[in-house]
């Protein structure tokens, strides 16, 4: 598990500092589904899902803009139903 993360955040690290913003937004993108499918850890998905929204609206992709706003609603539905279930 930790590998995987040290692996995601090595790859987000060196797309920015090589400017590469598209790339940075992908593995920011890809960590954040790799947490929302762990289903145990929504809030750093969202971390995640948002720097990668960031990037694209960077980067200037509407699309994939969309695509990650869709990811971070999902995950607010979601959190928002685990608290109904907890009242």
Do not use: P, T
């Not at 692996?7 to 090589?18: F, R, T, V």
């Not at 954040?32 to 929204?53: E, H, I, P, T, W």
Request: glycine letters at 4%.
């Amino acid at each position: 598990h930790w590998r995987a993360i040290n692996k995601y955040d090595a790859s987000i690290e060196s797309a920015k500092k090589a400017g590469f913003i598209h790339e940075q937004g992908l593995a920011c993108e890809k960590a954040g589904f790799y947490f929302k499918n762990l289903d145990s850890n929504n809030k750093k998905a969202m971390v995640y899902f948002k720097q990668a929204r960031e990037c694209y609206e960077e980067w200037g992709s509407s699309v994939k803009v969309d695509s990650i706003q869709k990811e971070i609603d999902s995950l607010n539905e979601r959190e928002r139903d685990s608290l109904d279930v907890k009242e």
